[in-house]
């Protein structure tokens, strides 16, 4: 089996036509390995979140190709791709994107209900997935109930329930206070130390520090990248 979980060939996002069209992209090349986190850094409207969107199927590129798990995206039915968003995708975002009208075990026992999972067996993964996150004892409570950064961490156990294997982070610290976000981010560092992708897209650097290699975009472009000595001698100052 392939260490590579994500690769992006050749990318580029177009939006309009003829003297008006603007690139998102312009043929960005990324591979993301089993156990990597790729931090995605540039200033704003360089495309980072467009790249974040392509890579987990939100979006379609107007040219080249997206390989998730072996899986090419392009040759997926709408059946099909939704079927591997639930199956291998994880996303958490700034704005948590919480049903409130669901508990927190709901909110991430939902793609597993989605995918077919009986319900004993998605509460059971769910209450798994929130322990992870030390919140076991709020499984009952409503997102409105819940303090940003307890959210974030519901965000973060349903990314991961069911064992998802690439998690795509878009400014998930952005609402919280700079200890409740690093705390995340250690979550974050934690599932990718245990076998999961990730792709965390972020303006902090110390954010960044968090990643095993930095990408950066520059007008929908790669410009540079870096290999970081490891989260944990970061994290230590080793």
Known sequence: MS?????????????????????????????????????????????????????????????????????????????????????????????????????????????LELDG??????????????AAVGLEGKASSYPDDLSGGQQQRVAIARAVVGGRRLILADEPTGALDSVTGEFVLKMLRARVDAGAAGILVTHEAR?????????????GRMVDQTRRAGAESLLTGA
């Open 117 to 130: 999972f009986r319900a004993r067996a998605a509460r059971r993964a769910g209450r798994d997935a929130l």
């Open 3 to 111: 260490d590579t979980v994500l690769r992006l060939i050749g990318v580029t996002q177009q939006y309009g036509t003829g003297a008006t069209a603007v690139s998102a992209l312009s043929g960005v090349d990324l591979d993301v390995q089993r156990g990597e986190l790729v931090a995605v850094m540039g200033p704003s409207g360089s495309g980072k979140s467009t790249l974040l969107a392509i890579a987990g199927g939100l979006a379609i590129p107007t040219t080249g190709e997206v390989v998730v798990e072996g899986a090419y995206l392009s040759e997926q039915s709408p059946r099909e791709l939704a079927r591997l968003r639930r199956r291998s995708l994880g996303f958490v975002f700034q704005d948590f994107n919480l049903i409130p009208t669901l508990t927190a075990l709901e909110n991430v026992t939902l793609p």
């Open 207 to 219: 954010h960044a520090a968090f990643a095993d290699r930095i990408v950066f975009l520059r007008d």
